[in-house]
């Protein structure tokens, strides 16, 4: 049987554990709250349909999974935990095995393809982006809320046959690319669209397609993004960008996006590794985000002022 440990056991991670149930996965957490919640529901609880579905686990706390035993490492934290994450996958995935980062932002993917390739060269470092609605309910309790998919590649390079074999492991829809970069750009553009109008709006992303002023910052959002792939030479997997960003935001309209979530939760967002990122590739390039800057300090300084 395929060895399948998940860092992070959120949203994100939760989904992952259900989509591997098949392979009874490895869970990992820094938490001791979660491995409480684990042993009372009997594993991690996902809900789909308004049904709910025990996916049966082993978990550890980070530094206990046994060092160098799985073949596929998921990465399901938030971008500003990729480096301790990055380290426990290095330790625990197998000197030929995969690792896939299924994160927002950009910066994370980069991180990971160093630090592996430095140590563990024949491990195949890839990036998965997701566009399922999952919302994490508490501690070992995740609820689906719109079907999506899992697109998963190496940046840069075509997939080899331990990452198309992901699609026999995992349950859902799987698809396996031969560059990530296309796609994880038009789920950053999406993102930056959406995130931080809602989680300074306090609202759910109904607000992008019905204020218009929302829609208005969005747009001028989408612009600054597109401005930057312009530069950087890259072909994104949809034409029209802004379209796009509407029909997510139509088709996920009740959703509250993580970064509202955080912001309510009084937890730290991931502003830094998506408006902060492109406003950042934007200063490297000589390219005016003032848009996108702006957004980055408005919501780090919600995250600093907050409490006080």
Known sequence: MVSIAIIGIGAVGSLLAYMAKE???????????YGEAIDCYGGIVVQ??????VVEVEHYLTGKAPANSYDYVFIAVKAHDTADAVKEALRIVKDNGIVVLVQNGIGGLELAEKVIGENKPDVGVAGGVLTYGVLRERAGIARITGIGELIIGYKGRKADERLMKIKDILNGNIRIVDDIGPYRWLKLIVNAAINPVTALLNASNRV???????WIITKMIVKEALNVIKKLGIELPVEDVLGYVWEVAYKTADNISSMA???RSG???????INGAIA?????????APVNTLLTLLVRGVEKWRGK
Do not use: C, F, G
């Open 23 to 33: 392979h009874k996965p490895t869970v990992i957490y820094r938490s001791e709250i």
């Open 48 to 53: 789909v349909n308004q049904e709910d579905h």
């Open 208 to 214: 992008i397609i019905e204020l218009e002023e929302a």
């Open 261 to 263: 979530q955080d912001i």
């Open 267 to 273: 937890r730290k967002t991931e502003i830094e590794y």
């Open 280 to 288: 950042r590739i934007a200063r490297e390039n000589n390219i005016d």
